[in-house]
């Protein structure tokens, strides 16, 4: 082992790093059971956070490996262990994005720059780029401007982006912000 250490969450959503999955990992395979799991302790974090209590969730391992850089601007990691985890938050984060009301001004563009980055030559960057199985479908969940505009049921991709956005469509953007 290189290294080890303690991370925040979002600090795999910050700066230029691009996660690649490798072509020898599974697709994504989670499913209600697991993405219901997820919803629940994220909603314990989030009433923790409302009350001022410390909390926190173990998410789990990830391990990257860094890989040979593009660019100036973006650093890409191979993502060898939280393939799952990191796509499933990424699909959160997005559908939080996707059912924002515009309440709060900066709420999308905000929990949108999470996903995506722009590299010093103004390239835009998907933060997690997914093997080719599962890479259209990714693809098309992030780029989507609205829900209506993801196919329903095509891929597990697309059926846990309809589950969250089910989850977080009657929420307040006040509400959208503390899951942030």
Do not use: C
């Not at 925040?8 to 059971?33: C, H």
């Not at 919803?39 to 789990?60: D, L, M, N, P, R």
């Amino acid at each position: 082992m290189k290294s080890a250490s303690k991370e925040k969450l979002l600090s795999y959503f910050q700066n230029n790093y691009q996660f690649e999955i490798p072509f020898f990992q599974r697709g994504y395979v989670w499913g209600e059971e697991n993405w219901t799991l997820l919803h629940e302790h994220i909603e314990v974090e989030v009433e923790a956070h409302k009350k001022k209590e410390a909390s926190e969730h173990f998410i789990g391992t990830i391990i990257t490996k860094p890989l040979m850089q593009d660019s100036f601007g973006s650093q890409l990691l191979e993502l060898i262990d939280g393939q799952q985890r990191l796509t499933t938050i990424a699909i959160v984060l997005k559908a939080l994005a996707d059912t924002s009301t515009g309440e709060f001004g900066q709420l999308r563009s905000t929990l949108n720059n999470f996903l995506l980055f722009n590299d010093t030559q103004n390239n835009k960057y998907l933060r997690i780029k997914h093997s080719k199985v599962d890479a259209p479908y990714f693809e098309a969940v992030m780029y989507a401007e609205k829900p209506e505009d993801v196919e329903v049921g095509a891929n597990n991709i697309n059926a846990a982006y309809r589950f969250y956005v089910g989850k977080f469509q009657e929420l307040k953007d006040a509400d959208r912000d503390n899951y942030a």
